[in-house]
T-cell receptor
């Protein structure tokens, strides 16, 4: 079974500074990877996804992630964060059989942006 | 396009009581998921439906949890009797009728507190 490890439970950062949220997954023949964001008292919203093709994936609100097969990583980055980026971020991998996929989530990283 | 609707948003019950949650997925989405998100953890899949059939319920505590998706549209998740450790946010998600790597669209969740 697939598993996802988010290496940092909390990441504090100042506004306009760059940030990287780290994610590693267990290896598989083929893998589909996702980053979701969860604002307080809200459901999960898709930030970006890697299915195939270019290893650099751009998402909403200026985030991007790079798929690294050799290191089994899918780290999320943003060059300059805003106060409004304060939220919980979840990395997920798609696992399935018989054509029915499900998402396996990491434990989450809480990003706190300070003025 | 309307999103995934869940109700109620919040519920407080005493242990050993029963509770039910309702989910209305995005119109036309064949796959429906129920996830449990305990505070400080990532979402964990409880049950996955494809239309009105169960695809995966391997992590559903079947002695107390049950779920149904009659007519392949709305779904209800029930807990009877509830335990303190069932306190969590219950997230419903749906995916369009495509096999493979499609993303899941999440509702806002129901926050359950068992006292």
């Amino acid at each position: 079974a697939q598993s996802v490890t988010q290496l940092d439970s909390q990441v504090p950062v100042f506004e306009e500074a760059p940030v990287e949220l780290r994610c590693n997954y267990s290896s598989s023949v083929s893998v589909y990877l996702f980053w979701y964001v969860q604002y307080p008292n809200q459901g999960l919203q898709l930030l970006l996804k890697y299915l195939s093709g270019s290893t650099l994936v751009k998402g909403i609100t200026g985030f991007e992630a790079e798929f690294n097969k050799s290191q089994t990583s899918f780290h999320l980055r943003k060059p300059s964060v805003h106060i409004s980026d304060t939220a919980e971020y979840f990395c997920a991998v798609s696992e399935g059989s018989g054509g029915y996929n499900k998402l396996i989530f990491g434990a989450g990283t809480r990003l706190a942006v300070h003025p | 396009e309307a999103g995934v609707a869940q109700s109620p948003r919040y519920k407080i019950i005493e242990k050993r009581q029963s509770v039910a949650f309702w989910c209305n997925p995005i119109s036309g989405h064949a796959t429906l998921y129920w996830y449990q998100q305990i505070l400080g953890q990532g979402p964990k899949l409880l049950i996955q439906f494809q239309n009105n059939g169960v695809v995966d319920d391997s992590q559903l505590p079947k002695d107390r949890f049950s779920a149904e998706r009659l007519k392949g549209v709305d779904s209800t998740l029930k807990i009877q009797p509830a335990k303190l450790e069932d306190s969590a946010v219950y997230l419903c998600a749906s995916s369009p009728p495509l096999q493979g790597n499609t993303e899941a669209f999440f509702g806002q969740g129901t926050r359950l507190t068992v006292v």
